[in-house]
C-alpha cells in the first residue's frame, strides 16, 4: 500500500477514535448524572434503567471498535496495514474505505462469521 492510502486511512481512522472516545466520555458523564439523580418513582426507576442498559451497550460496542481502530493504527506503524489476518492477502481498498480497521477479506470475514 502506498504512503498516501495509508495517510488517508491513517487521518480517517484518527478522526474516528476521536469521535469514539468523545461519545463514550459523554456517555459516562450522562451515566453518572442519571445515577446520582433524585428519581421520583418506579417508572422513573426503570426507564432510568433501561437507558442506562442501552448506553452501557453502545460504550461496549464502541469500546470494541476503538480497540480494533487502535490495532489498525499500530498495524499502520508497523507496516502490516491491509494485510488480512486468516490468509495473508491483501484486504481490498474498497473493504477498507468502508470498515478502515478491518482485520479480514471479505472471504475470510464470511468463514469467521459462519463460524460463530
Known sequence: MQASELNYFKDILLSRKEQIEKNISGVSTELSE??????????????????????SAIIEQQKKELTEIER??????????????????????????????AIYCIDCREIVEKSK
Open 34 to 55: 442519571l445515577n446520582a439523580s433524585d428519581l421520583n418513582d418506579e417508572g422513573d426507576h426503570a426507564s432510568a434503567n433501561n437507558n442506562s442498559m442501552v448506553e
Open 72 to 101: 489498525a493504527l499500530l498495524k499502520i506503524a508497523n507496516g502490516g496495514y491491509g494485510i488480512c489476518e486468516m490468509c495473508e492477502d491483501d484486504i481490498g481498498f474498497q473493504r477498507l474505505k468502508v470498515k478502515p480497521h
